[in-house]
């Protein structure tokens, strides 16, 4: 089991990085926090904790900064109907602070909010896991998480605009989908980050 992978970052999207390692380019799955703390690196040398999804079909890493997002990622998806897709999907909508917060004081509504979370899925997550987060992840949760948007220029614009879209359409939205939540967001702010882009798009689809 890959316990973690420590290397140089040499590619990076919203969505996903590969990471070099021992001359073995390493392909993860992340999420937006994740994607968060990385753009606030200013070193090429990444350590991310992995969780393995091994089916028959497939062999995909997921990779994390830290150990509170893997740690609440597994608990969410040991609950039935919500799958590493979906669970990366929370875990780009919330920190894990907050789903702490939200399973811990049963707020299923906020659940329901992300794409592919119906009212039984949210509810049984709840039941699931409220006791779990609050003796699970108290080592985990020593250090407040902080969220740093970067600055776009004019020049970056249309890069951003097309990393969120492409992020968009990797979570499972369509084009069509992604560019209105998109467009909708740039004329009220011009210059947002593509990660408050995504994250506020999310909130919005």
Sequence with gaps: MIEYIYGKLSSKTPTAVVVEAG?????????????????????????????????EDAFELYGFMDLSERQIFRLLTSVSGI????????LSTFTAGDLVSIIASG??????????IGSKTAK????????????????????KEMSVSRTVTPTARKEVLDEAEQAFVTLGYTKAMA?????????????????????KGLKMI
């Excluded at 904790?49 to 091994?54: D, L, R, S």
Aim: charged share 30%; hydrophobic share 40%.
């Design 179 to 199: 560019h209105k939540v998109i467009e909708k967001l740039i004329r009220e702010d011009p210059e947002m980050s593509v990660n408050d882009i995504i994250r």
């Design 83 to 90: 799958g590493p897709a979906t669970g990366r999907l929370i």
């Design 23 to 55: 001359g073995i380019g390493y392909m993860l799955n992340i999420t937006l926090n994740t994607y968060n703390a990385l753009d606030r690196m200013e070193s090429d040398e990444v350590r991310l904790f992995v969780h393995e999804v091994i089916r």
């Design 107 to 116: 707020d299923d509504r906020s659940l329901q909010s992300v794409k592919g």
């Design 124 to 143: 049984r997550a709840i039941l699931d896991l409220k006791d779990k987060v609050v003796t699970e992840m108290a080592d985990y949760m020593g250090t």
